[in-house]
């Protein structure tokens, strides 16, 4: 049985049509699922009861299964969903004053290796399918009830250019009027830098993150082995070429390791490689973790370096670190998988 969260609607009105029905049952079964949350066919009482028989032996509406919560202090929720073959994904929800934003995941582990990540330490397993990534939302946001999500991150596990099929295809789920209904500005990708990617992605959403984490190649290399294959200038020169709204800044997103990438040398050095560049930094206290070696830099330290961007005239923001005190923050998910395998 097909799942309905891997068709976007012109899929679906192909299926229908196919079918011998009409195409605005695509637009009504949108409409019941994703903005009205009702997931049994049998409650979709403005398609006849014969019809609403052959839909449900055609799709199907399960989503990954809940398999644990964990709250943190800060009100952030970690949820453990479970795939239908049994793998784990993990996704965390934040909520905050004008915001309720759902971080999820596009793989289970990952293939970029980067240092200072856990999820790179599991390695990559699989992709996740467009019914995986949409069918976290819909599962949180059945659970939540009332409690709306207002914002989607794909900064969870996994690197969502690399998934570039399904997380277009969950892209064009989220973002349709009739299906999840979240503008552009409510979406954000966060990527490596996978600029082929990004260069195909640009037009289907305006938010981009690219994790850069150092202002030269040696350090990035060293901290992302991507950087061998795209390296700094190349990214910077695909940002300056950026075709969106002249309102869209991409943001560069830049975890702060101690004694690594904290120095006033090192925000010398990144205010001179983004001079001119039309960008926003978000600064990332790293999270530690048993798995990776980096520690967290001293407020201090932190405070002294988005002081040195602001002095340059960047937008500079210290992201809270939400959810760390359940391994739910960034860089910290898919820490079970590595749990498994400790001796």
Known sequence: MQSFYDL??????????????????????????????????????NISKSLRGVFSDMFSTSTPVISDTLESEDGSIKFGLLTEDGSLIESVFMPEEGRNTLCVS????????????????????RNLSASEIVGQIMAVRQHLGDMRISNIVFMGMGEPIDNLDNV????????NSL????S?????????????GLQSIQTKVASLAISLNAANDEKRTYLMPINRMYPIREIIRFVKEFKASG???ITFEYVLLKGVN??????KELAELLKGVKCKVNLIPCNESPYIEFKTPSPETIERFQ????????????????GKDVSGACGQLGMKYLEECAP
């Not at 899929?11 to 695509?26: P, T, W």
């Not at 596009?106 to 397993?125: E, H, N, Y």
């Not at 277009?168 to 973002?175: Q, T």
Request: aromatic share 10%.
């Open 184 to 196: 552009h500005r409510k979406v954000t990708i966060s990527s490596v830098g996978l600029i082929g």
């Open 179 to 182: 299906g999840l209904d979240f």
């Open 168 to 175: 277009l295809v969950s892209l064009d789920i989220i973002k």
């Open 8 to 45: 976007t609607l012109p899929e679906l009105e192909k299926v229908i049509g196919a079918l011998g029905n009409e195409k605005f049952r695509a637009r009504q079964l949108y409409n019941w699922i994703y903005n009205r949350g009702v997931l049994d066919f049998s409650e979709m009482t």
């Open 106 to 125: 596009s793989q289970i582990g990952c293939r970029m290796g980067c240092r200072f990540c856990v999820t790179g330490k599991i390695g990559f397993r």
């Open 307 to 322: 002081a040195y961007l602001h002095e340059k005239r960047f937008i500079t923001i210290i992201r809270d670190s939400r």
């Open 247 to 249: 309102r869209v800044r």
């Open 262 to 267: 904290d120095s006033l040398e090192d925000a």
